[in-house]
């Protein structure tokens, strides 16, 4: 009977984690649709979502333009991420890698948003169109 309890836990709960990894799947290619840019990673440890976009062009935007295109991404996330009221904070940044004999990598992850800054999830259907690198629009 024991054995078979323990299994039931383990199935549930590996039920679970492929659940949770379909929808950072389901998010991360949203992203790479909306942003149009392929390198984007999705990570989440404990309550924290982190987004990392690798040698984007959002990357050289200023940084008022920058901040608000991080402010839109984590917008998304808000919007589209089914586990958005478990997390606590999303954290937005840029990695620049630069493949040769040795591989050089330089991250920075600049752009913090709490669940408290963000809100409850919005209706997705109405969200503006994705930001255009030098022309990102401000939320007012």
Do not use: W
């Not at 383990?10 to 990894?21: D, I, P, S, V």
């Not at 089914?82 to 330089?106: C, D, K, Q, W």
Request: hydrophobic share 35%.
């Amino acid at each position: 009977m024991r054995t078979l309890a323990r299994a039931a836990l383990l199935l549930t709960l590996a039920l679970g984690g492929c659940r949770e990894l379909g929808q950072l799947m389901s998010l991360q290619q949203g992203l790479v649709k909306r942003y149009q840019t392929p390198g984007i990673n999705v990570n989440i440890t404990n309550d924290v979502m982190s987004v990392l976009f690798t040698n984007s062009k959002y990357a050289g935007l200023p940084e008022s333009d920058r901040r608000a295109f991080a402010r839109d991404v984590a917008g998304y996330v808000r919007d589209h991420f089914a586990g958005y009221p478990s997390l606590g904070t999303i954290r937005v940044g840029f990695n620049t890698m630069e493949p040769g004999v040795v591989t050089t990598s330089h991250t920075e992850i600049p752009y913090v948003f709490t669940r408290g800054e963000l809100g409850g999830a919005q209706d997705a259907s109405k969200e503006p169109p994705p930001p255009v690198p030098g022309r990102v629009a401000v939320d007012s």
